[in-house]
């Protein structure tokens, strides 16, 4: 058999194309060497969001984008994500009111539409205000939570319910570019044939690049984030964004009954590199402590994650600056394969439509007799 579609990676960026193809029409296989959601796509900050941080480096398109994703999302599967309030306290604050306030502003102006509540000042007495050691007033926006694994599998059983192929356990070895198609090696000793092969592999993206031999222009940036969790350090189901002194934010946002604050953004060489130092739980701990009453330590995480981002390399010179956008590469030198570069659980969905359409022109020329066209197909979709 030849499939379409071969798509390498089983996060949430592999499942969401998977899906979206399925939908189309075309018959796709997905292959993962580990579990679906192994890695990256399990250990994020579990939130569905328009990225408020986003705003000071300019990505406004980013932004736009992933609040109306957020938007879809939150009436596709409100069954995994559900709207959550966030406190901003403007103590320790390295920007000024009026900038945070102009922020939430153009967020809100960013988001026109959305269901969820508008942004507004919060006042010192506000009872949300209390677990805060300092006597200041703050802000109060909104965004939403999610299981991040449950949301890749969700994807995932949606794409296999329309068609889809997807298996555990199966990398990719290599692959030869023949004339109308890929021959590509599988670990488990298989050869398969495709069409167009999807490369979303994460933070492996140009290792499997060089496994197929095709060169890229575009750069890698990894970049682990870690995240801690303690006890309860408040009642209620509000979240907290804490303005830190080396101007990065850090979340503390309600998880299973525990708080869980992250995260951090550490430059690591390598993708095997994931796993929570020392230094980041005392800089998380510390984060914590500069704002709640309830101080912690080290001894207080009952336990942590760390997943690693593969970032698009734009040039910036830190890890907090570099660019949370996505870059699609596509390589047409024959048969195509189109790499993901970075991307967010957020807009995953949106990552997966503009893939299936930057594809179509390809695939059509490819194989005039499939007569595929991309077009939108998820984006009003309940998940299962």
Same mark, same amino acid.
């Given at each position: ?18 899906? /979206? ?37 300019? #990505? ?6 992933? !609040? ?19 406190? &901003? ?50 802000? &109060? ?25 997807? #298996? ?103 993708? /095997? ?6 230094? #980041? ?29 593969? !970032? ?19 390589? #047409? ?35 005039? /007799? ?12 309940? !998940?299962?």
């Amino acid at each position: 058999m030849t499939y379409d579609l071969l798509i390498a990676g089983g996060g949430i960026n592999g499942c969401a194309i998977a899906r /979206e193809a399925a939908l189309l029409g075309l018959s796709v296989l997905l292959v993962e060497r580990d579990d679906l959601a192994a890695h990256t796509s399990s250990a994020s900050s579990k939130l569905i969001h328009g990225g408020l941080r986003y705003l000071e480096t300019y #990505e406004f398109r980013l932004v736009r984008e992933a !609040l109306h994703e957020r938007e879809r999302m939150l009436a596709a599967a409100p069954h995994l994500i559900h709207p959550m309030a966030f406190v &901003l306290p403007h103590a320790h604050s390295v920007r000024p009111w009026w900038m945070v306030r102009a922020g939430l502003y153009l967020y809100d102006l960013l988001g026109l539409g959305s269901s969820l509540p508008r942004s507004r000042a919060l006042r010192r007495d506000d009872p949300r205000l209390a677990p805060i050691a300092h006597n200041v007033g703050g802000f &109060l926006y909104w965004d939403a939570q999610v299981d991040d694994a449950a949301l890749v599998r969700a994807n995932a059983a949606d794409a296999v319910a329309n068609g889809a192929q997807i #298996e555990t356990g199966v990398g990719v070895t290599g692959a030869e570019r023949g004339g109308m198609g890929w021959t590509v090696f599988l670990s488990d000793g298989r050869t398969v044939d495709a069409r167009a092969i999807v490369n979303a592999t994460g933070a492996w993206v140009k290792d499997f690049l060089g496994k197929i031999r095709i060169r890229s222009a575009s750069g890698l940036q990894l970049v682990k984030g870690s995240h801690i969790v303690v006890p309860a350090l408040w009642e209620g189901d509000h979240a907290y964004i804490l303005q830190q002194p080396d101007r990065r934010v850090v979340f503390a946002t309600p998880w299973r009954g525990s708080t869980m604050i992250g995260t951090t953004d550490v430059p690591v060489k390598r993708p /095997e590199d994931a796993g929570i130092t020392p230094a #980041e739980v005392d800089y998380l701990c510390a984060a914590a402590n500069r704002y709640f009453t309830q101080q912690i330590t080290p001894a207080d995480v009952t336990a942590t994650w760390s997943g690693i981002r593969a !970032l698009y390399d734009d040039g910036a010179g830190e890890a907090r600056t570099i660019t949370r956008d996505y870059v699609l590469e596509l390589d #047409e030198r024959g048969a195509p394969v189109l790499s993901v570069f970075g991307g967010k659980i957020t807009t995953a969905r949106a990552l997966a439509e503009h893939a299936m359409a930057k594809l179509a022109p390809a695939m059509g020329s490819l194989v005039p /007799e499939l007569g595929f066209k991309a077009r939108p197909v998820t984006r009003d979709r309940p !998940l299962p």
